[in-house]
């Protein structure tokens, strides 16, 4: 049953479009099944460099057909910027589906993310600032607005006027700020329906039946296991599941459809925002993984923050994502250390832990504990297979490999589409 799940198993930003545009010419369809334009994937096809945020990575690739499931929020007018930015560069985006059930991120859900964060202030999350997570929390509270209800005027002004009927009283009495008019926001909203009426569709009835077909379905998730906001490192989270069971959810499609769930992992380890980060580095190492990375968020373009490869992390995300297997990229970026640290495990009030602890206090005093692997200083971005690397540069992998608890079925070798050594075939 050729179905797979893509997503990353650290907290992001690990390389999740190329791995799925890797794969996107023997795909028939790509699924984004949560997130919003918080993500942020970088595409290299030749030498055009695509920044994607909301969009799936499989719409660079030709017939591929793209889907947005309902797991995720959508802004209108985000959403038409890409598509057009994508046309105006000879992109096809007209085979793309957007789930009617997918909840929608309005001009009130930005204004108050922003404006929660500022309130914050020290105590911030260290969230986008686009609206996620208050377009999630007014879907789980039943007052959200959903793609489908931008073609019906009565129902949209209704569910506009009830979600800020106590938004307002917030702006107002908590954050003195102007409220917001409900017509206005109505307006703006009923100016995308014409646009976006045409790539609307039933995406889990269309999905099903693919699978059914025997085509090949790839679950895409944003972030990252580690900012999952049940099984991630709460609350310094996203507000949706980007873990394997959120592609079932998020998507419309039951479990047993899943072949393979497939976790991306950098060589090192990134985050973007607050939160614990038991390996992150302070030193010169730290921002040269940064400057050779290249590490600053598409979407935001903040700085993320940098560390050596976390064991521990990575056989969490085997666990709860029941990984099959995974991709390593960046791989490159390490060339030149003569030794190379890899956290092993955690010490935590002098005992050594070997498992994510699930406790929040233990995690943000976890101190890593290293071990030290030889380092190469050949250039590997030319190497087509797993014995074309050096010799140390196939320990490291190996080890990684053993580490984490999932066979390395593919190696990013550098930032180019066609820089990838392919060890196992996932299809």
Known sequence: MPALVLLGAQWGDEGKGKATDLL???VDYVVRYQGGNNAGHTVVVG??????HL???GILSPGCTPVIGNGVVVDPAVLLSELSGLNERGVDTSKLLLSGNAHLITPYHATLDKTTERFL?????GTTGRGIGPSYADKINRVGIRVQDLFDESILLQKIEAALDFKNQILAKLYNRRSISPRQVADELLGYADQIRGYVADTSLVLNDAIDQDKVVLFEGGQGTLLDVDHGTYPFVTSSNPTAGGACTGAGVGPTKISRVIGILKAYTTRVGAGPFPTE???ED???LRSIGREFGVTTGRNRRCGWFDAVIARYATRVNGLTDFFLTKLDVLTGWERIPVCVAYEIDGKRVEELPYNQSDFHHAKPVYEYLPGWSEDITKAKTFEDLPKNAQAYVK???EMSGAPISAIGVGPGRDETIQVNSFL
Request: no cysteine.
């Open 47 to 52: 030498d055009q460099k695509y920044a994607l």
């Open 24 to 26: 996107g010419g023997s």
């Open 399 to 401: 080890s990684l490999e």
């Open 286 to 288: 730290g921002e040269a």
């Open 55 to 57: 969009l799936p990575s």
């Open 121 to 125: 202030g020290q105590r911030k999350i």
């Open 281 to 283: 580095l302070f030193d």
